[in-house]
């Protein structure tokens, strides 16, 4: 920090002013960095460690859910199996045969759908990564080009799509995307000085990311990480929602030669998928901290 010098960050904020300013005086001088913090203490340490053990949790319990999931619930989840009685294990009342034994059908794979999944992820992030290096990059040199692109983008969108509304005879949504046209431009056109501030305040940012690479990597392998860890619950708590069992359901009153009754006469399926307790509470966890990894990373 002192090495900082004012030409960048004081030439955006005297130039708005009107005013010359001196680009030899330096912003903080050596040991004086204000409120600035070369070494920061680390803050929600426990907070820190708690999530880390529900992360844990989720991994751990979910690679358990998905080994001793039901492996017949492709077969289940076909249309018309729960409607057949034959295929509820028999109840006190009495609603049919026991569960019979079922062939097993193709389930998700989940190494070829890695394998195959996992070359569009790479090539994503690669082109991601080129195109965030080449907006650093338009941003750093062209600041104000680049805003003002922007700008025009954002008012000949709704103007194309009040056009071709107007042409195909759509009265109202025409007029109402020609009128967000036109208070988008009535609004960046009063506030032209401000965007021209904004977009010195761009140029000073990228400026600043292209000249500390390591920020970007860690950023870029941040948003890795949470991928794969948003990914890999999402598809541990698919899992945990075969972990159950076939139940006759509840609803079924009578069983007739068209199938099971409720107690009004209409046709319910006269078998229920029901899950374990245990897949339920894992399901509650896995999904919160899904959250807590995206807002976190």
Known sequence: FSQIHSTPVLSVVVMAGGDEYDDTEPLAGDGDLGVFKVHREAMDRPWAVLYLVFLAFAVIGGIWTAQHRNRDFFDIAKAGYLDDSRHCPKPAAGLGAALQEQQHSAT???????????????????????????????FKHAAGVMTRATIIAQICIPLVAGVGGLAAGQMGPGFMALGMAGLGALTFYLWRNEIALCAKLLGLSASALVDNPGLIVFVIVAQVINAFLTIGLLILTMFSYEHGSVVPNQGVVRESHHGCLDGQGQPVPCCAWQQTGWSKFYMSIAVRIRGMSGVSL
């Open 108 to 138: 998700l794979d989940i190494g070829n759908f890695t394998k195959h999944a996992g070359k569009w992820l790479i090539a994503s992030a690669a082109g991601s990564l080129l195109v965030g290096v080449a907006f650093l990059q338009l």
